[in-house]
């Protein structure tokens, strides 16, 4: 009994105290993080009408409005998934009058941008994919976030990574969202705690002597925007540790001299395949691109688009073959290997000890259990931005964002997350689909031709699906759909003719305009 009373006696003294500070102070972030002090055993022992009383606040002139929640959100990585996470929860701040957030973003480097921030690292180990002459393979009009529209001046569409990086910059200072960011900040490990809230532990250098400092907090919700460009992934492939001449990763590529009068295989035929081939066959000797998807050998000037590698033999011969061909090819006079063959996700940050079962196994390139392919599946407090590949990233990671902070609300205007059951099974099933087109466990978050209709049900999901954003999507769709053609029409180590177009967005009849192409003439779709 003498327990009891001192657990009510105490929770008097709490809201007295909470009473005190929210009339005196009126902070958000002070009276929320007060409330969360109560701990689980007196919580129990006060009657719900003393709870359902905490909830609310009394404002200077003793009104007794209703209290405005602060929720600590905690954002892993600066780029651009970063940052459209940032802003959909900062305007989130000005559009709800119930639900406030304290937002941090911790980026590792001193600058946003991410992957598309280029630094000249010949004179050092290269570890970032952002080589000198990259532009991009998407226009600008269809990379642009539906908040800033971007080209649609007749200028080139398709642009270097310099000018991405300066609209990224313009993004983050027309929606002020620098003020929420600490650089130099590497998150060293994450914890789902006990009552589903989240522990981050990073250190900060602080550029005085080589000074880290070490911190650690708790968040209400976490969204990790780490990106998943930073673990290069090189196929086992049989006698390559005995190849002679140079290896490495497109992640270690900068720019195609030192290929110069060279032979060189670049193995994968995607967009940094291609691209990275064509620039490295503009010096070279001769230039061979492994396809998997190719057949035979096919020469196009110093460039042959061969099958996949299969092997490298004891003298140095790398041979390819197709399981759709008995023809085998092998090219005895190779001095250098560039694998062009992607990444594997990862979550340094993420082990044993997170208390949160996440698996992304090298060599899978899928992340589960994910619920639509953004929300952890058990503990959703826990967000993934831009695990979809084969998208376009900048509004994908927009809408996302905005799916995100709408399951925080205290009211949801959209559609409100599946039970604990239904997320599982929903994860569960879509880890081992092979991807929309069920293909194999490595194209899971491959959506291509299917990010439309994702984009759509996250737009349901968030209250934010109308006609407007029905003629963004389909914009998008009609100038990626136009983008890709011209792309695959290329030959291997071909003229870069479709980087050459330029558009126009026209959102109000889901279409665009040819402003120009290599041909000089124009369209309109």
């Not at 003294?13 to 009339?23: D, E, H, M, N």
């Not at 992957?115 to 290269?126: G, L, V």
């Not at 532009?135 to 529209?149: G, V």
């Not at 392919?373 to 695990?387: D, E, N, Y």
Request: glycine share 6%; charged share 25%; aromatic share 8%.
């Amino acid at each position: 009994m003498s327990s009891s009373r001192a657990v009510v006696s105490s929770t008097i003294l709490f809201v007295l105290l909470y009473t005190t500070f929210s009339s005196a102070f009126q902070s958000k972030a002070t009276i929320f993080r007060l409330s969360r002090t109560i701990s689980k055993a007196t919580a129990a022992a006060v009657p719900s009408r003393i709870l359902a009383s905490m909830s609310m606040s009394t404002n200077s002139n003793g009104n007794g409005e209703e209290c405005i929640q602060t929720k600590k959100v905690g954002i892993i990585g600066g780029g651009a998934a970063g940052l459209a996470t940032a802003r959909a929860f900062l305007r989130e701040n000005e559009l709800n009058q119930n639900t406030q957030y304290d937002v941090t973003v911790l980026e590792s480097r001193d600058s946003i941008g991410g992957i598309w921030k280029y630094e000249d690292q010949t004179k050092t180990e290269k570890n970032r994919p952002m080589y000198r002459n990259l532009r991009t393979n998407l226009p600008k009009e269809l990379m642009a976030y539906r908040e800033l529209p971007w080209g649609s001046d007749g200028e080139a569409s398709y642009v270097t990574h310099k000018d991405v990086l300066e609209y990224l910059e313009a993004y983050a200072n027309k929606f002020d969202l620098l003020k929420c960011i600490s650089f130099g900040s590497s998150v060293k490990q994450l914890n789902v705690l006990d009552d589903d809230q989240i522990s981050l532990e990073w250190t900060t250098n602080t550029g005085e002597n080589g000074n880290v400092e070490t911190h650690k907090q708790t968040f209400d919700n976490v969204c990790v925007c780490n990106g998943h460009y930073a673990r290069p992934a090189i196929p086992r492939l049989e006698g390559l540790d005995t190849f002679q001449g140079d290896i490495i990763h497109a992640i270690e590529y900068d720019n195609a001299q030192p290929y110069a009068g060279k032979t060189v295989l670049c193995v994968g035929a995607k967009p940094s395949g291609l691209d990275i081939s064509r620039e490295i066959g503009l010096v070279a000797k001769h230039v061979y691109l492994s396809d998997s998807a190719c057949d035979k050998k096919q020469t196009f000037g110093n460039v042959s688009l061969m099958p996949r590698m299969q092997s490298v033999d004891v003298n140095g011969g790398v041979h390819f073959s197709s399981p759709r061909s008995a023809e085998e090819h092998v090219a005895d006079d190779v001095d250098a290997i560039v694998f062009c063959s992607g990444y594997d996700y990862d979550f340094p940050f993420i082990n044993e000890k997170s208390n949160l079962e996440l698996q992304f196994t090298p060599g899978e390139r899928r992340v589960q259990p994910l619920y639509e392919q953004t929300w952890h599946a058990r503990c959703p407090s826990v967000s993934f931005i831009g695990i979809p590949h084969s998208i376009v990233p900048f509004p994908l990671c927009e809408i996302q964002a905005a799916a995100i902070v709408s399951q925080t609300r205290q009211q949801i205007n959209g559609i409100p997350l599946p039970c604990l059951s239904d997320r599982l099974a929903a994860a569960s099933e879509d880890a081992a689909s092979g991807g929309p087109n069920g293909a194999r466990v490595q194209e899971t978050h491959n959506l291509a031709s299917h990010q439309w209709d994702f984009c759509r049900k996250l737009a349901k999901i968030s209250g934010d699906y109308d006609d407007e954003m029905e003629k963004f999507i389909a914009t998008n769709k009609a100038i990626y759909d136009r983008s890709g053609q011209e792309r695959k029409s290329m030959i291997p180590g071909g003229d870069d003719v479709y980087r050459e177009t330029r558009f126009r967005r026209d959102d109000e009849n889901q279409s665009y305009e040819i402003l120009y192409s290599k041909t000089g003439t124009k369209s309109t779709v």
